[in-house]
């Protein structure tokens, strides 16, 4: 198991900056690729963006490259996102997850521990 608890979210003007983060309790957290879905209203959960465990290597999806920034903490066992430029699309659930390995990075289905997710609101 890796429990990932995501304090952060909020209520954001369209322009503006928000940071979510992401704490994990496991020993082993250098070993797992972390990820950042989020999930709007009446749509399926996407992939934002993620980070290989050991060598830091980051992923985006193309609708945030550029304005997102995904980043790790091994020390502390954390895992951040930094959002800039935000736009009302953006708004959604947004969730921290947790995988063995980089293979299918960008796979929902390739995470087996999700946090429980901390909404994120652009107003325009």
């Known amino acids: 198991q890796v429990p990932l608890v995501e304090p952060g979210g909020g209520w954001v003007q369209s322009g503006g900056s928000l940071r979510l983060s992401c704490a994990a309790s496991r020993r082993s957290f250098i070993l797992y690729a972390m990820g950042w879905f989020r999930q709007a209203p009446g749509k399926e959960r996407e992939f934002v963006a993620a980070?290989?465990?050991?060598?830091?290597?980051?992923y985006y999806t193309d609708s945030v490259q550029g304005r997102f920034t995904i980043s790790r903490d091994n020390a502390k066992n954390s895992v951040s996102l930094q959002m800039n430029s935000l736009k009302p699309e953006d708004t959604a659930v947004y969730y921290c997850?947790?995988?063995?390995?980089?293979?299918?990075?960008?796979?929902?289905?390739?995470?087996?521990?999700w946090g429980q997710g901390t909404q994120v609101t652009v107003s325009s």
């Open positions: 997850a947790a995988k063995a390995g980089t293979v299918n990075i960008r796979a929902t289905t390739q995470y087996p521990y």
């Open positions: 980070i290989s465990g050991s060598d830091g290597e980051t």
